[in-house]
Nanobody, 114 residues
Framework: QVQLVESGGGLVQPGGSLRLSCVAS????????MSWYRQGPGKERELVAT???????YYADSMKGRTTISRDNAKNTVSLEMNSLKPEDTAVYYC????????WGQGTQVTVSS
């Protein structure tokens, strides 16, 4: 059974930091490109960052310079470190696995507010 379980979301003040984690199971994690997406209130889901199976990364403009994506293949985990958070970063953050199939997690809520 394939599972992607996100954690680490919560309420943070503007300027703060959060580290999101996604633990995968049920597929060969190391073969998959792993991505973080987000969907803010009333907005479409958008890509935040991707880390490919070989370790190369891509960051979307929305959070470039404020995020770092990383993976640990031994632990089947992908993480997203977010800094200098803004109220407009408020969203549900989703983990996605892509290779021969596509899998999504259920999401974790991030709220940036004072």
């Amino acid at each position: 059974q394939v599972q992607l379980v996100e954690s680490g979301g919560g309420l943070v003040q503007p300027g703060g930091s959060l580290r999101l984690s996604c633990v995968a199971s049920g597929f060969t994690f190391s073969r998959y490109a792993m991505s973080w997406y987000r969907q803010g209130p009333g907005k479409e889901r958008e890509l935040v960052a991707t880390i490919r199976s070989g370790g190369s990364t891509y960051y979307a403009d929305s959070m470039k310079g404020r995020t770092t994506i990383s993976r640990d293949n031994a632990k089947n985990t992908v993480s997203l470190e977010m800094n200098s958070l803004k109220p407009e970063d408020t969203a549900v953050y989703y983990c996605k696995a892509t290779w021969d199939r596509v899998y999504w997690g259920q999401g974790t809520q991030v709220t940036v507010s004072s």
